[in-house]
Structures are given as structure tokens and as C-alpha cells.
């Protein structure tokens, strides 16, 4: 792969997507991707009015799609990936992402669903559920979004812990926000939001610049975003597609130096 600009500006757009083993693969389970995955004061402000460049970025980015990703860990296959956009009749817009992995006895199969608005330019999470199934502890949460009340409400699952926060996101809905953000000017995001857990988290992230990817899906030009973490032992990397509607293209985790999980992009069917 070669890096390129620090800025890893593209211009162009076409088309636009964890768990609890043993040792082995500590992150392989609890990695959901895209809970690892999951994912300021982004320089978001949403006190601040949204300027019409941001607004129509949010439109234009905001598209249904489907796109499929082959899940591996060391270079062995270990499982799949999905994830779906699509705009409901009311306007709303309804975001799930799956992850299925296996390695060796274990298994472990999450899924994540949001229905969100965009408002002013900024993904307005509404009800987030999360569920993961297989070895070890079974998982669920679900949360409503209460804007009036300026608060979130456990629905179901594990308690929630979580003080209100303007711009409030959840670890499905993080990975749109930033897809979103990726595509303009600045070079660092922080985003609060409500983990899988139900409780506070801040999810920080630092453009890196732009590499050459050869996918299961072709050959990509990508930007690559990593995630910021207090320390150096667990690494996560995103890369977004410029071309491809800054698509989330591949994500990989290295813990110790280790790659413990990898997606790259299989498929991709813009509606």
C-alpha cells in the first residue's frame, strides 16, 4: 500500500458500510465490527448551525446501500460482514451492520441497528439496538433517544448509564457520522456517544492520509482514519473510499502488534 498526501484529499464520488474467546482472539469477540469497531467534538458543535456545504455533504453521502465484506484474522477466512442502508417511508433512516465469526469451537454473530434522521448536516440517532449471540455470555440493549427530554431510555437489555450529551451518538451510528466527516476539511473527530454496554464513551479519530487498497472488491484509493486511544497496545484503522462514496472499504485491529481482526470489501450495491 502506498501513503500518500497527509491530508488524503480525493475529490470525485460516486457510489457509497469483536467477542469474548479465549487469548486467541480477545478482539475477534469483542469486536463487533463495526462496534470495534467500534467508533467528536468533530468539530462538531450542534449548538453551532450547520453551513450549507456541510448540509449537502450529509444529503449527497446519505444513500442506501449494500455492501458485503469477507471477515479474516492472519490471512484465514474467519466469517462475514454486512452492512445496509436504506430510507424508510417516513423519512427515516434505518442502518444495520452484522458480523459472523468462527474460529475453530467459537462463534460469535452481532448485529446493530439504528434508525437515524439527518439533521442539520448531522446523523440523529432515534432507537439503537444491539445483540450478540454465541460463545460465552449472550448481549442485548436496546435505547430510545429522547430529545425532548434530553435523555436516553434502556427499552431493553442492559442498563443504561448515560448522561445527556448534544450530539449524542451510538456505535453504529458513529461509523456514518464519520464516513460523513471524512469527506471535509478536517483532520481529527471526537464524538460522544452510548456504548454497547450503555455506557458514556468518547470515540476519537485522526485522519492518517491515503493509500492504494487491493480489495476482494478491486483495486481502491482510500483514506485511512485511526482511531485514538490513550494508549498504544490496541489499534483499530478505518479506510473510506472517496470514489465509492466514502464507503467504509476495510477495517483491521492489531492488538501487541498482532492483527486479531480484519473486513475488506467483497461487494458493494448502491440502490
Request: proline share 3%.
Amino acid at each position: 500500500m502506498q501513503l500518500k498526501d497527509s491530508k488524503g484529499r480525493l475529490s470525485g464520488q460516486t457510489a457509497h458500510f469483536p467477542v469474548a474467546m479465549p487469548r486467541l482472539s480477545n478482539t475477534l469477540l469483542q469486536t463487533s465490527l463495526f462496534a470495534a469497531v467500534l467508533a467528536v467534538s468533530a468539530m462538531v458543535l450542534p449548538a453551532k448551525a450547520a453551513s450549507k456545504d456541510q448540509v449537502e455533504m450529509a444529503d449527497s453521502l446519505t444513500k442506501p446501500y449494500h455492501a458485503h465484506y469477507v471477515l479474516s484474522r492472519r490471512g484465514t477466512e474467519r466469517g462475514e460482514a454486512q452492512r445496509v442502508l436504506e430510507q424508510k417511508e417516513d423519512g427515516q433512516w434505518r442502518y444495520f451492520t452484522s458480523t459472523r465469526a468462527r474460529l475453530l469451537v467459537f462463534s460469535d454473530r452481532r448485529e446493530n441497528e439504528t434508525f437515524f434522521r439527518i439533521e442539520e448536516g448531522r446523523v440523529k440517532p432515534l432507537i439503537f439496538d444491539y445483540s450478540r449471540e454465541g460463545t460465552g455470555s449472550n448481549r442485548a440493549l436496546r435505547v430510545r433517544f429522547d430529545y425532548d427530554n434530553q435523555e436516553v431510555v434502556s427499552e431493553g437489555g442492559d442498563d443504561v448509564n448515560v448522561e445527556w450529551h448534544d450530539g449524542l451518538l451510538d456505535p453504529n451510528a458513529v461509523l456514518h457520522q464519520l464516513q460523513i466527516d471524512v469527506a471535509g476539511d478536517a483532520d481529527s473527530w471526537t464524538y460522544p456517544l452510548v456504548d454497547e454496554s450503555g455506557d458514556y464513551r468518547d470515540y476519537e479519530f485522526a485522519r492518517h492520509g491515503t493509500e492504494t487498497l487491493k480489495l476482494p472488491f478491486g483495486e481502491v484509493e482510500a483514506i485511512r482514519v485511526d482511531r485514538v486511544r490513550d494508549h498504544n497496545r490496541r489499534q483499530t484503522l478505518f479506510w473510506f473510499a472517496p470514489e465509492l462514496n466514502y464507503t467504509l472499504v476495510k477495517m483491521q485491529q492489531i492488538e501487541d502488534d498482532r492483527e486479531q481482526l480484519q473486513i475488506q470489501l467483497t461487494d458493494l450495491d448502491m440502490n
